[in-house]
């Protein structure tokens, strides 16, 4: 669809990523038919994508009136948080 965009992040914490972001940008770790489960999205599993992948996703989608600062925005608040993950994963014994 042209106004989502999933991204798999490897090397984190999907679910805590996920949570990290949520109180402040409205996105889904998988697609829409697979929210409210667990699993991984069948959609990413069909596209090759392993386990460890489709948890660590995110789906942002775009509003028609998303304008291009609140896209800055929120592509900067996911990369501060996928950076905070990381740290953590490295610094965690």
């Known amino acids: ?46 596209l090759g994508r392993p386990d460890s992948l489709a948890y660590a996703s995110l789906r942002f989608g775009l509003g028609r009136f998303t304008t291009p600062a609140e896209i800055d925005q929120a592509a900067q608040m996911a990369i501060a948080a996928i950076e905070d993950s990381r740290r953590a994963r490295l610094t965690t014994p």
């Open 1 to 46: 669809m042209p106004n989502n965009l999933n991204i798999s992040i490897e090397g984190v914490n999907g679910s805590a990523l996920h949570l990290a972001l949520q109180p402040t940008l409205a996105l889904s770790a998988g697609s829409a038919c697979s929210s409210g489960k667990t699993a991984p999205s069948h959609v990413l599993k069909a």
